[in-house]
């Protein structure tokens, strides 16, 4: 058992874009002199007010040019051939990118001021699956970790609280992970297996379950009333994007992911299409894109910031001012729980990209190694700091 385990301590249509992450003023380092304030999880009822099924709808701001800008926008590779194709542009990249880093300077070379800081405190551990536990491949299904990388999760599970945050099923990336000793987030936090506990009476849809080791969890669901809609478009969206080459329908429980990073870029407007069209009838749903992936969403107060929150609440450490949550992701959806961590001045969010861009995240680290050194050095910390 790992050692932490001891501790008693309205939207009318369907949207492409998240709203931009807020430009940051104030210093990265030294800010939190008071980290976890009081910060209770807000789950209102009316999220469950009844709505209809369907409702014939027409799209008037969104059209398909903006929805082909926020692909390309989001795609890291279409930005890597825009820099290749000049070398005095590449040149002035360079020079941001280390103006960035001034930003969002690196985990590793801030490790020992981020350790300082955690002197003393339980550091909660958050982690994204997709690009930055596994790299990002053509392939969603193929998206395997190293088992280097799974031994410095398994290393770090021993010492803090960690979870897994991801996009995807709960089931599926606990398949890819194949780790005990951690806690499950999937669908964007719209699936929750943690510690039973006593909660606030905020948290409707929370239910005592067992976990595949038959040991007694709670199950938290927000959006279980969305399964069932959710199925249907799924369906519906296989069969419209079925004669579009190297698109990719995920189902992934209480969201559905349209994998375009396999699609030629002539025929993004087509996908952006289907998709429109098919949502035409669901107001109650809501689309973001992420890298290379529209994602179809319940429209609900709900995401990986309130996931953070609730597995805080379930793990007995949220109102604690000894405690230091550290939340390392790479994609537009983990800017919630990085905006949570920075406006409550609780903890440390970690951007992972080798790309500039702007971030509610404290610290960067470039890619998927750097992160298994992060970890590593984590452990290593923690371990000599027991001594």
């Not at 398909?64 to 825009?82: C, F, G, N, V, Y």
């Not at 987030?185 to 239910?207: E, F, K, Q, T, Y």
């Not at 698109?247 to 994998?259: G, I, L, Q, T």
Request: include cysteine; hydrophobic fraction near 35%.
């Amino acid at each position: 058992m790992p050692d932490w385990m001891d501790m008693t301590s309205n939207h009318n249509a369907p949207v492409l874009t998240d709203p931009p992450p807020m430009t940051l003023t104030k210093s990265r380092l030294g800010t939190h002199s008071s980290l976890y304030q009081p910060h209770g999880v807000v789950f209102s009822p009316t999220l469950f007010q009844s709505i209809p099924w369907k409702k014939p709808l027409i799209v008037n701001d969104v059209r398909s040019s903006s929805w082909l800008d926020a692909m390309k926008s989001s795609s890291p590779t279409h930005r890597k051939k825009a820099k290749e194709s000049s070398t005095e542009l590449a040149s002035t990249d360079t020079d941001f990118y280390h103006s960035w880093m001034l930003k969002y300077p690196s985990a590793l070379t801030s490790f020992e001021q981020i350790t300082n800081y955690g002197k003393g405190k339980t550091i909660a551990l958050f982690l994204d699956y997709d690009g930055t536990l596994s790299p990002i491949v053509d392939n969603p299904d193929h998206a395997f970790m190293s088992d280097t990388m799974r031994a410095a999760v398994r290393e770090a599970a021993k010492y803090f609280p960690t979870a897994i945050i991801s996009g995807r099923s709960r089931d599926k990336v606990y398949d890819f992970v194949g780790l005990t000793e951690l806690y499950y987030a999937g669908s964007h936090g719209m699936d929750i297996v943690g510690p039973v506990r006593p909660l606030s009476n905020d948290h409707l849809n929370c239910i005592r379950s067992t976990d595949k080791q038959g040991k007694e969890v709670n199950l938290f669901q927000p959006a279980s009333k969305f399964l069932p809609m959710i199925e249907e478009v799924f369906r519906a969206l296989v069969e419209s994007t079925k004669d579009i080459k190297g698109a990719n329908v995920e189902n992934n429980k209480f969201c559905v992911s349209v994998h375009y990073r396999n699609v030629d870029e002539k025929y993004w407007t087509t996908i952006a299409q289907c998709v429109q069209k098919t949502l035409e009838d669901y107001p109650h749903l809501r689309l973001t894109h992420g890298r290379k992936v529209l994602e179809v969403r319940p429209v609900l107060d709900w995401d990986k910031g309130k996931a953070v929150e609730f597995l805080l609440e379930s793990l007995g450490l949220s109102n604690c001012d000894d405690v230091l949550p550290i939340y390392v992701g790479d994609d537009r959806t983990d800017e919630d729980a990085f905006k949570v961590l920075r406006e409550g001045n609780r903890g440390y969010g970690i951007l992972v990209s080798s790309i500039p861009k702007e971030s509610n995240a404290f610290y960067s680290l470039r890619d998927t190694s750097e992160v298994l050194e992060f970890l590593k050095s984590l452990v290593g910390w923690k371990k000599s700091s027991s001594l």
